[in-house]
């Protein structure tokens, strides 16, 4: 079911991804990237990869293969730079840290808001980003964190975060909790720990954060964003095998669809439908 009880435009977040991204892979060889040529899982199939549940709004109802929710129309839309048609893309599910782990894949691509981070390259090929997002803190109405106007003073307050993400890595290098942050194997898990009041407030991407709180927790807010910082924005790439030939083929597609305007209108139609998101000092 398409997102649509969310209401304003996160125009940051959009004027950022209409922005080149920083390093992002060298163009491809057209020729090496017509159809026919490219070397994929299963032969003459596109095979993608995402997290079991898949969250909206980045996947529309937990059904990658329906082409909505934004991720699940960048790949599609991938798909179509490469030649393959809707009935010719296949999904599998793997595993958030799975699928960033060295090794074969079973999966061409995945797409699963995996941040592109120095570390992972280290296991992982990362196509060029289709995405740059902030981390944002949410909170129960009736927590004290939901008050919060500063890093500073979140700092005291117990947080949690989905483990393996960028979202608990800020959690620990931006934020620096006093008590031992909270790690859960889903977001699911969680926003189920947030409900019980188990933590008091939640660290997801900003996104994810005006979701849970438009269609999910209606009891939470978002406290506010985390700030940028002085380094490279975080960005969002699909996680390839390591040495893929597939890698460049696909920086050169998520260029093209930010070239020709249509990452800017996924992200538009799918993401830049938010609420207020205050900056936190």
């Known amino acids: 079911m398409r997102v649509s009880m969310l209401a304003a435009t996160l125009a940051l977040a959009v004027a950022a991804t209409a922005c080149a991204p920083a390093d992002q892979p060298g163009p491809a060889n057209p020729s090496d990237c017509a159809k026919g040529s490219l070397k994929t899982v299963a032969a003459g199939k596109l095979t993608f990869g995402t997290d079991e549940p898949a969250y909206e709004p980045w996947f529309a109802g937990n059904d990658p293969a329906s082409g909505k929710g934004f991720e699940s129309a960048v790949a599609y839309a991938i798909a179509g730079k490469l030649g393959f048609a809707k009935p010719e893309v296949s999904w599998v599910r793997v595993p958030f840290n799975a699928a960033i782990q060295p090794g074969p894949k079973t999966f061409d691509a995945d797409?699963?808001?995996?941040?592109?981070?120095?570390?992972?390259?280290?296991?992982?090929?990362?196509?060029?980003?289709?995405?740059?997002?902030?981390q944002a803190v949410v909170a129960l109405k009736e927590s004290p964190a939901a008050t919060a106007k500063?890093?500073?003073?979140?700092?005291?307050?117990?947080?949690?975060?989905?483990?393996?993400?960028?979202?608990?890595?800020?959690?620990?290098?931006?934020?620096?909790?006093?008590?031992?942050?909270?790690?859960?194997?889903?977001?699911?898990?969680?926003?189920?720990?947030?409900?019980?009041?188990?933590?008091?407030?939640?660290?997801?991407?900003?996104?994810?954060?005006?979701?849970?709180?438009?269609?999910?927790?209606?009891?939470?807010?978002?406290?506010?964003?985390?700030?940028?910082?002085?380094?490279?924005?975080?960005?969002?790439?699909?996680?390839?095998?390591?040495?893929?030939?597939?890698?460049?083929?696909?920086?050169?597609?998520?260029?093209?669809?930010?070239?020709?305007?249509?990452?800017?209108?996924?992200?538009?139609?799918?993401?830049?439908?938010?609420?207020?998101?205050?900056?936190?000092?």
């Open 111 to 134: 797409l699963n808001q995996f941040s592109i981070t120095d570390e992972r390259r280290n296991a992982v090929d990362f196509s060029a980003a289709y995405y740059t997002v902030r």
């Open 150 to 281: 500063s890093v500073a003073e979140l700092a005291g307050f117990t947080l949690g975060a989905q483990v393996g993400t960028t979202s608990y890595d800020a959690v620990s290098n931006q934020i620096k909790p006093k008590k031992q942050a909270a790690v859960y194997n889903t977001n699911d898990d969680a926003k189920q720990a947030l409900r019980n009041n188990q933590i008091q407030a939640l660290v997801v991407d900003l996104p994810t954060a005006f979701y849970i709180t438009s269609a999910e927790i209606s009891e939470a807010v978002i406290v506010g964003q985390l700030p940028a910082g002085s380094g490279k924005p975080e960005q969002f790439g699909a996680v390839l095998d390591k040495g893929s030939a597939l890698t460049g083929c696909f920086s050169k597609a998520v260029d093209a669809l930010r070239e020709d305007g249509t990452l800017k209108k996924l992200e538009q139609e799918w993401l830049a439908t938010a609420g207020k998101a205050p900056e936190l000092s």
